[in-house]
């Protein structure tokens, strides 16, 4: 992925495909609808309405592809702050650095991303810190062009069902027409427009509130066990500075956030690195809680183990986290539990490599009896 960002290439994946595919299909048909119902040649009010439905249509493929080629920013790979923040900052064994604070590393784009919100496959890149208010600006006017878009294929379909009303009540209106296979594409345009404007409607919502918190998708799940754990102190989010200075930061007309993406404004009382402090701590007590699993029988990581029974099969995790092949004899630190699955990470005996980490079959590990993961016990956050 790191090879193909910002070039053609990148639109060779599913995700970029089935979105374009979207916009295609259901730009098409209503276009084929408009130019039936209210041809722009024959009026000034015909040439201004569609003018504004090819304005949806170039403003949602301009901040698709802004949002997909202009990247959510990435943080340098060996990157290294001054010797003083050093000790306050995670390290990335896959970039071989340190990561900025907020940024996280992704595995599908195999770099650390700044201020990484999730990873977004109908733009086959992050959503992060660059461009986040892109993504949000696609998502707003996809949904406006397809409400636009099922309100004229709703009206054309309805039309083309009377036209015998129409053509002997009404005939100085136009007159739509339609073969089967036109109205059925027009269906199914219909269908995939209301789908989008409820699917995408969600998820631009849920961008929305992550910009008025200014607080990423990642960031919440850290804010939320840091509430629930009992600790000395409340947790104090650092980077809420007001609904309205969140929005600004992000929401611009430019479409470019303010920051460079590796230090941030932040609330009195905290510092730049409050939240990485947290972070690091809730890791080192997940360590804590790993548990040393040895493999009795191979797994070969196929995401859907049809061989393996109808129980596993039936209740895989619904996450795109990677499966790990394993061998027998392999020993895997476990940090997550469910009925049929456990979510570790492998242990390599070669120094200096990167442990791969994801879900494997339980049936296919037994817990060892020695619990010795080798990792550095951490009492209080003020140590970090």
Known sequence: ???????????????????LFVIGAI???????ILMYWPPMQSLGGLIHMAVFLNWNVLTLYNFFTAMWGGP???????????????????????EGYKGPRSHHCRKCERCVMKMDHHCPWIN?????????????????????CIHAFIVLALCMYRALNRSYYMFY?????????????????????????GVVIAVGVLLFIQLKAVFKNQTGIESWIVEKAERLDDEEPFVYPYDLGWAKNMAQVLRLNGR?????FWWPVIDGCTQFTLTIEQRSQKEEKKLRAVKYTIVEAYSGAFLPVTRGCRALCNIPISDEPRIP?????????????KHWLYGEKMCKAKGKVQPRGWFLRRCAVELVSNDCNFPKITSKKQM
């Open 326 to 338: 394993l061998q027998k004899g392999d020993e895997v630190v476990v940090t997550r539990w469910r």
């Open 125 to 145: 890149t992050c959503v992060g810190h660059r461009n986040h208010a892109r993504f949000i600006y696609f998502l707003f006017f996809a949904i406006v062009g």
């Open 170 to 194: 009404h005939r100085g209106s136009p007159l739509i027409h339609m073969t089967v296979y036109t109205f059925l594409g027009s269906m199914f345009a219909a269908g995939l427009a209301a």
């Open 73 to 95: 920013g990435f943080i340098p790979a060996g990157w290294k702050p001054s010797a003083k923040d050093c000790k306050f900052l995670q390290v990335c064994k896959v970039c």
């Open 1 to 19: 992925m790191a090879t193909t960002f910002g070039t053609w290439r990148q639109l060779l994946h599913w995700g970029p495909l089935l979105a």
């Open 257 to 261: 956030p303010l920051g460079d993406g």
């Open 27 to 33: 730009s098409t048909l209503a276009i084929n609808s």
